[in-house]
């Protein structure tokens, strides 16, 4: 009874942050397992093999070994043909080799590859792809146990249940009707789409700063006398003088020395202000010639998410200052220097000469405009890559060689050949996932073993008995699709999977069938930009609103989770 008390008060305390909090879910996880050891409900040894977890390390290995994979000829080859075709065509293409690619590696690193050939497409607007790419993407990684991570967690908590390992195309028929149903309604839905067309451009909200110096003409004069109100496509938002914001500028607002004037607008309309005697837009020593500006998008595996402009030393770090920040149609608060920048974070750049020099752009940057940030392997170890990881996946489901070992062999021998460098490999590896999901299955075992996840299911099953294991199936499924729209996929699967396990046993009925539920609710991520990484990739990339989402998402995951209630019990039957 002391245990579940204990355990409860840490669960709780877990999900509210997670809920309630933007800090960050690895630290989360990380805090609520250390909490458990030190008040005596895990040992030490116990917490710390649950990070050696085969599930866990298969996974690690799998994003690294991605990084060879995307530099493929096959990614290269799916990137150049998605310009040919009709709207339609194009985005079929686009869904059936996405969702191929991404049955078998890392879903994002699938994403990242593509995000710049389609911004670059001549052919269709980027705002027509782009989201269809993320949700195919998702889609793709339900038809195998390595296509989402998601996958791979909730089998190392059935093996840690007690349960038979989940085999390499368990997912697939379900996967597969999913696939099919989600690319239709894709396709259906693709007129609600935004069109930002070259010829057709609505303005795009970038965030801008301009200081006012010493001696402007700007000073000592109101907003209205300056001109500031008539901009065309910029709307002067905010004014900071000191430590004072003030919002909701009025025309009569007097503008002082030192003031930040933050608008919101078209990015082209920069050369506007740059008539405002004593408003300087780039804050750098040099004058940046504003003709000359690129946009950037960060990627999930920079050292700069999580962090502001200033405290990075962004200017000194890249070599070129940031005087535009967006994301997605969000209204940023605050000065750019304190923004704290998310992947997926568009920014426009007035770069020094020595930024394209740099060797770290395609860590920090999915996106460069007029760059191919992608690194290409040449045709024959482009073909030994693509032919020893299919000769690892296909030695591992025959059952020759078991996956993890074929992955680190394969991983030794892409370094030796030099498809991967070390650099590569401390750079996207994935410590905060290891975090995560190396915490998360100890908090999911200490759930089963001190029987709280049986106090919750008893619970459960006094609300859900008279429906039966198919309405506490639908209820667990439900369940996990609110978590991982809330929070993140892989948090909701481990939030769930005690409950689900634990249900199914109440019910006296296989667990396999909520084991499924978890595993496709928490990769139905749909309606938010947030609940994803790849839907948050392409929020500013494709100069989304939250309503495109929901507008497509919604019905795309109403349609999903219909196919996946009805197919998880007739392949795996209670």
């Not at 209204?331 to 568009?346: F, N, T, Y």
């Amino acid at each position: 009874m002391y245990e579940q008390i204990i355990l409860t008060g840490i669960m709780l305390a877990l999900v509210g942050c997670l809920f309630g909090t933007r800090l960050n879910p690895a630290w989360l996880f990380v805090g609520a397992i250390g909490t458990g050891y030190l008040t005596g409900l895990i040992e030490l040894e116990e917490m710390l093999a649950n990070y050696a977890n085969p599930s866990l390390i298969t996974l690690i290995l799998l994003i690294l070994v991605s990084i060879a994979i995307e530099k493929t000829t096959l990614v290269q080859g799916l990137a150049q043909s998605l310009a040919k075709g009709s709207l339609s065509k194009s985005v079929m293409k686009l869904g059936l080799s996405t969702a191929f690619l991404s049955s078998f590696t890392n879903n994002t690193a699938v994403v990242a590859s593509l995000i710049s050939a389609i911004k670059d497409s001549p052919t269709h607007s980027p705002s027509k792809l782009l989201l269809p790419l993320s949700y195919t993407a998702i889609l793709g990684g339900t038809l195998t146990l390595i296509g989402t991570s998601t996958n791979l967690i909730v089998n190392g908590f059935a093996v840690e249940a007690g349960m038979q390992p989940l085999g390499f195309f368990d997912f697939t028929l379900v996967g597969l009707g999913a696939l099919s149903v989600g690319l239709i309604t894709i396709i259906v839905l693709l007129k609600y789409l935004p069109d930002h067309g070259k010829q057709d451009q609505e303005v795009v909200p970038f965030y801008l700063e301009g200081k006012v110096e010493a001696g402007s003409k700007l000073i000592g004069r109101t907003v209205e006398e300056n001109g500031l109100r008539d901009l065309k496509d910029l709307f002067l938002a905010e004014i900071i003088h000191g430590d004072r914001r003030i919002c909701a500028v009025t025309p009569q607002q007097v503008i002082q020395q030192g003031d930040i004037l933050l608008f919101v607008g078209d990015i082209k309309s920069v050369p506007l202000l740059q008539r405002f005697d004593g408003l300087k837009i780039v804050h750098d020593k040099h004058e940046k010639d504003v003709e000359h500006l690129v946009e950037v998008v960060i990627s999930q595996s920079s050292r700069f998410v999580g962090k502001t402009v200033k405290e990075v030393r962004f200017r000194e770090q890249v070599h070129a200052a940031v005087i535009a920040i967006r994301r997605g149609h969000d209204r940023l608060q605050g000065g750019l220097g304190q923004v704290r920048l998310q992947a997926g974070d568009s920014l426009i750049l007035a770069p020094g000469s020595e930024f394209y020099q740099l060797p770290n752009l395609k860590r920090e940057f999915v996106y460069i405009s007029g760059l191919d940030l992608q690194t290409h392997l040449k045709s024959k170890k482009s073909n030994l890559v693509l032919a020893g990881f299919v000769a690892v996946i296909g030695l591992s489901i025959f059952d020759v060689v078991p996956l993890v070992k074929g992955l680190l062999v394969f991983l030794i021998a892409l370094f030796a050949m030099g498809a991967v460098k070390v650099t590569e490999l401390k750079r996207r590896f994935p410590i905060e996932l290891l975090a995560i999901v190396g915490s998360a299955i100890g908090l999911a075992k200490l759930m089963i073993d001190t029987g709280l996840a049986s106090q919750i299911s008893d619970a459960l099953f006094y609300l859900l008995g008279d429906f039966g294991p198919y309405g506490a199936f639908i209820a667990i499924f439900v369940m996990t699709v609110i978590f991982t729209e809330l929070i993140t996929n892989n948090a909701a699967a481990a939030l769930s999977f005690p409950v689900a396990f634990a249900l199914a046993i109440g019910f006296d009925v296989s667990p396999l069938p909520f084991v499924m539920a978890v595993a496709f609710g928490a990769s139905a991520s749909f309606i938010s930009p947030f609940g994803y990484q790849t839907n948050l990739m392409v929020y500013s990339a494709g100069n989304y609103r939250i309503k495109d989402y929901v507008t497509v998402g919604l019905p795309l995951s109403i349609i999903y989770s219909i196919t996946v209630l009805t197919l998880i019990p007739l392949v795996f039957p209670f």
